[in-house]
């Protein structure tokens, strides 16, 4: 049973344009949100996240936006980079999983310079 | 966030043998570690929750005699795979929980098992 979805395998974007990744969850239980960047062989890196009693969240470049009713999440990367490119995982926790992360399968994006 | 390391960073071994990974805290104490695996482009699946002082709690399906988990101080917690057998070749990462909910993450170890 997957609660956390991505269910776009593969991302591709030109420099300097917009990135948007996308996430759904199952659980309503799930009441805070997290996206993580990884490279191969490397353990995830902590990007940005969000509280359910929020519908943005914003950190220089990435923005996260969330839509509790759609069960829903995004990531926005603007302007996107190069240094971007990377495997792009969102997780999150609640409930009775609180303190543990439930990850989506990933997104890979890849931004062209 | 909190700076976590992995040891070794890689480990090839023989079907039937051991194999201890180390996960440490370099800049704070951590009463509870996590650890993961994850599967050639899968997900990141939590196999426990690494308490100090008292005994891991396993995610379903996860053998608790196979992947021995000690936590043996606030810094250090360690997996050990017993008996390892082919299926059990995987990236295996630790993480410690901030202060907001979110999770640092070590830098992993990929296990062969031949």
């Known amino acids: ?62 923005t996260v936006f969330l839509n509790k009713s759609a069960k829903h999440l995004s990531l926005h990367i603007v302007p996107s980079q190069p240094g971007d490119s990377a495997v792009y995982f969102c997780a999150a926790s609640g409930g009775t999983s609180y303190g543990k992360l439930t990850f989506g399968q990933g997104t890979i994006l890849t931004v062209h310079p | 966030g909190a700076v976590v390391s992995q040891h070794p960073s890689r480990v090839i071994c023989k079907s039937g043998t051991s194999v201890k990974i180390e996960c440490r805290s370099l800049d704070f104490q951590a009463t509870t570690m996590f650890w993961y695996r994850q599967f050639p482009k899968k997900s990141l699946m939590l196999m426990a929750t690494s308490n100090e002082g008292s005994k891991a709690t396993y995610e379903q399906g996860v053998e608790k005699d196979k992947f021995l988990i000690n936590h043996a101080s606030l ?40």
């Open chain 1, 1 to 62: 049973d997957q609660q956390v979805k991505q269910n776009s395998p593969s991302l591709s974007v030109q420099e300097g344009r917009i990135s948007i990744l996308n996430c759904d969850y199952t659980n309503s239980m799930f009441d805070y949100f997290l996206w993580y960047k990884k490279y191969p062989a490397e353990g995830p890196t902590f990007l940005i996240s969000i509280s359910s009693i929020k519908d943005k969240n914003e950190d220089g470049r990435f």
């Open chain 2, 75 to 114: 810094t250090l917690s360690t997996l050990t795979v017993t008996s390892a057998h082919p299926e059990d070749s995987s990236f295996y990462i630790c993480s410690l929980p901030g202060p907001l909910g979110e999770q640092y993450f070590g830098p992993g170890t990929r296990l062969t098992v031949t």
